[in-house]
């Protein structure tokens, strides 16, 4: 039986920005670059709608030891229904009101121009797109974490744009800090060796996935919870 095209990666944060789940609805404008970038070169037609069964998923470690190493926690499976250029979503009516909507005047054909610079040619040019790009300095964003040790802002802005796209899900399902299903154990390896953000292949079939949906059916769509401090950051 075929297997779905299923992308898995470890979450650091889930504060309700990368992803967000506003509305019902799931996006993943910022941060996971890799996964956005390979979704957009390999599962879009030419009219950019998803011609195959694409799938994300995102584990966590939990505050457990397991054998002496991290409880390995199902945070989302989310099912890709749309993929955006940028100009699609962060220049929409539609979205403006989303917490990760924070840019404006990016271009998705440009961002790609810019991503197959070297040096300083794309680092000058990535800071002349980001002086008209931030709609409001979302200083949650810019962070030290893994994926950007220093905290840098252009090096986050590069990590956002060099995605792509905006991946949406009208079908997602959250879990938040649920045990993992015996179905999804096999992720645990990968999780002990995988950087936070950096994506694996899922080796998961059609009649598995279908039968955890199933399962968790009372999951779906279901908005993250958010810190008390209402602080939400890139979940790497």
């Known amino acids: ?26 996006t993943l404008a910022c941060c996971k670059p890799d996964i956005r970038k390979s979704i957009f070169k390999n599962h879009i037609d030419e009219n950019g709608k998803v011609k195959d069964d694409v799938w994300v998923i995102a584990f966590r470690h939990g505050d457990q030891y397991e054998n002496g190493e991290y409880e390995t926690k199902l945070v989302y499976v989310a099912k890709i229904t749309g993929v955006l250029n940028f100009e699609e979503y962060y220049d929409c009516a539609d979205y403006q009101s989303r917490t990760d909507c924070i840019y404006k005047n990016l271009k998705t054909g440009c961002c790609e121009k810019i991503s197959g610079l070297k040096g300083k040619d794309r680092e000058e040019s990535l800071k002349k797109l980001i002086k008209k790009a931030y709609r409001g300095k979302p200083d949650y964003h810019i962070i030290k974490c893994k994926s950007n040790p220093t905290g840098n802002e252009l090096d986050q802005f590069r990590r956002d744009v060099s ?5 949406i899900s009208s079908e997602y399902y ?13 992720a645990k390896e990968h999780c002990r060796h995988k950087r936070p953000g ?9 009649d598995e996935i279908d039968a955890l949906i199933k399962k968790f059916a009372n999951h779906k769509n279901i908005k993250a919870p958010l810190p ?6 890139c979940g790497c």
Request: hydrophobic content about 35%; some cysteine.
């Open 163 to 167: 995605g792509l796209c905006v991946l």
């Open 198 to 206: 950096r994506f694996f292949y899922v080796d998961i079939k059609t």
């Open 228 to 233: 008390e401090n209402k602080k939400r950051v």
């Open 174 to 186: 959250y879990f938040g800090n649920e045990k993992l299903p015996k179905e999804l154990e096999f």
């Open 1 to 26: 039986m075929k297997n779905k095209n299923v992308y898995g990666y470890l979450i650091v944060s889930d504060d309700g920005f990368a992803p967000c789940y506003d509305d019902g609805l799931f």
